[in-house]
């Protein structure tokens, strides 16, 4: 899923799926199966967002397994783009709650 957000002059695509994969790698490598089965993701998602990631160079492939399975990991940038989205959303989240607490006085 992609979201495209507007906050104080920057555009910004953030594609919450492969960020997600992002952040489960930023702890572990994992294999693409488990990567699945822990977002829920169906088996065509999940592997065109992988090769998206693997083509940026932002994961790496590790090893391969049976069954057409294969253990991917984090790259440093990888690690970069994480924080670089880490930041944004963490500061988007800000603007969000400052708006919303305002509005419902939370």
């Known amino acids: 899923m992609q979201a495209f957000i507007y906050l104080h002059g920057i555009n910004i695509i ?8 992002l ?3 930023s702890e572990d490598e994992h294999s693409v199966n488990e ?22 160079g932002l994961i790496t492939v590790k090893a391969y397994l049976g069954g057409g ?9 990888g690690m970069e783009e994480l924080y670089k989205h880490y930041m944004f959303l963490r500061d988007l ?13 939370c």
Request: hydrophobic residues 40%; glycine residues 4%; charged residues 30%.
């Open 14 to 21: 953030v594609n919450v799926t492969q960020l997600a994969i």
């Open 23 to 25: 952040t489960i790698l």
């Open 35 to 56: 990567i699945g089965e822990y977002l829920g993701l169906s088996k065509k998602q999940l592997i065109r967002n992988v090769r998206r990631l693997e083509k940026r």
């Open 69 to 77: 399975d294969v253990i991917v990991s984090i790259t440093e940038e």
């Open 93 to 105: 989240i800000r603007e969000m709650e400052i708006s919303v607490c305002t509005k419902f006085e």
